[in-house]
């Protein structure tokens, strides 16, 4: 028998403990229009999104609506790795009420890493930004965290990029701008035990990940053409 909650209805095991599943998914069908009057999507090989299972997705991060938006074009349960300065007031009530996980950057947290870890197992998927923090969006650089999370929980990763999110320096203001989201292959988990291995398969995520952004380049250059 399914053990409910008074006040949130049944409990999830792909979201955290603390979260609500009635607002997350009122949430992520707000999350699947919110952007319509403000951007012109286009999704590419959505079908290489898993249906169900662990996923570890990863993704590039110009801008800071990257997050908002696979949170709604994703069709599952998500949850992302957020910047703790995010949660503050009442928009930090909602980002929790919803599961997100607050994570402290240039600190040593495992509280967000076991979390994470918690929403796998139970099938869940989690996305991070691997490159830390917004910048250009190609992935000069990666941190662990999410092929730490892979190794450990035994989830695919799944690299998704992003253009046109990002307004061009010296650019005003834009009117639906167009923005391009591409999905890769899933890659399996990576299995070596060691500080090397874990390392590699870092590296083996950022390249996949740059490669990503080089195509979606490449398409979007060759639309525009």
Known sequence: MMTTLRDTGPVSTDLPATALPRLHDAARWLGTWWYLPFFRVSVHRRERIPARGPVVLVANHSAMVDGPLLFGLLGRRSV?????????????????G???????????????????????RGGGVVGVFPEGTRGQGDVLAAQQGAAWL????GAAVLPVVFRGT????????????????????????????GRADLAAAT????????????????RRSSSDG
């Open 80 to 96: 992302f790795l957020v910047k703790q300065e995010m949660f503050g007031g009442p928009i930090g009530i909602g980002l929790r």
């Open 98 to 120: 919803i599961g997100q996980i607050p994570v402290h950057r240039g600190r040593v947290d495992r509280a967000p890493l076991t979390t994470a870890l918690g929403v796998l």
């Open 150 to 153: 892979a190794r450990a929980s």
């Open 166 to 193: 990002r307004r061009p320096a010296g650019a005003g203001r834009r009117f639906r701008p167009r923005v391009d989201v591409l999905v890769g292959e899933p890659l399996p988990a990576p299995t070596g035990k």
């Open 203 to 218: 590296e083996t995520i950022r390249v996949e990940l740059a490669a990503l952004v080089a195509d979606l380049d490449d």
